[in-house]
């Protein structure tokens, strides 16, 4: 397991200013792995930990790699087989929700070429930003993908996103015209992909991925409770049309 992964236990903080303010904060635990060499777990303890293709993108490429690949091709990309590492979290007992992941990918002579950030809302839907971060590891991009019933689609999207290494320290802030900023932030600390790890974060974060997804819920819905404006959404994005 340890050869090519790792564990991150983190908190998740977000912060919002606007209209009024509010902020919340929940812990859970993240993998990065790279997509060429996905962990393997002993057959009793698999239910905690799988990487499908169906999970990300279209969903229906024969393997994350594939997947991925496809979407760089769209857009001039070819990695020509350089290692990709993927920020994400595992399916664990058959359930997976990934607000954000991310995909640090490298050319064939292990040079940065680019960061894809896979975005999923809790509709079920998937959008892919291709970002081309400078030495801090930070970007820009516009935002065209409905994510909180609490904010339209606009504005733009500044996320500094440096590689993980023995600390994970990421940010993403939402600029939108005449409002401050909204801001969500990811910390952690490195431990090795071994099956204690794993086990004592299974024992400590149980149903990891059901627990952030009941989150933004609860969250989502103490804000409608607070008189916070819905946003209309628009119509629906497929995971086909991920771009």
């Keep these: 397991m340890t050869a090519h992964a790792a564990l991150y236990p983190c908190a998740i903080t ?45 969903g229906r490429a024969p393997s994350i790699r594939a997947a991925l690949d496809g979407f760089l091709s769209e857009h001039g990309i070819d990695l020509r087989g350089g290692r ?47 970002l081309h971060t400078d030495a801090a590891g930070t970007a820009a991009v516009a935002k065209d993908f409905y994510v909180s019933p609490f ?11 440096p590689p993980p290494d023995e600390r994970l320290r990421l940010s993403v802030r939402l600029q939108r015209p005449g409002s401050p900023p909204f801001t969500a932030a990811v910390r952690g600390t490195r431990r090795e992909a071994t099956v204690p790890a794993l086990l004592c974060l299974a024992l400590r974060r149980p149903w990891s991925t ?34």
């Design 14 to 58: 977000h912060v919002r200013r606007a209209p009024q303010r509010y902020a919340s904060r929940h812990r859970t635990y993240l993998w990065l792995v790279d997509i060429d060499h996905p962990p393997v777990l002993p057959r009793p303890l698999r239910p905690l930990a799988r990487f499908r293709a169906r999970d990300h993108f279209t």
């Design 84 to 130: 990709v590492l993927m920020l994400a979290h595992a399916r664990v007992l058959g359930h997976v929700f990934n607000p954000l992941t991310l995909y640090w990918c490298h050319g064939p002579d292990g040079a940065p070429r680019c960061v894809v950030a896979e975005v999923h809302n809790t509709y079920g839907e998937r959008r892919a930003y291709l």
């Design 151 to 161: 904010h339209p689609v606009d504005g733009q999207y500044e996320m500094r996103l």
């Design 210 to 243: 059901l627990m952030v997804s009941a989150a933004i819920r609860f969250h989502g819905i103490r804000l409608f409770l607070r008189g916070l404006p819905v946003q209309p959404r628009p119509g629906r994005h497929s995971p086909e049309s991920a771009s």
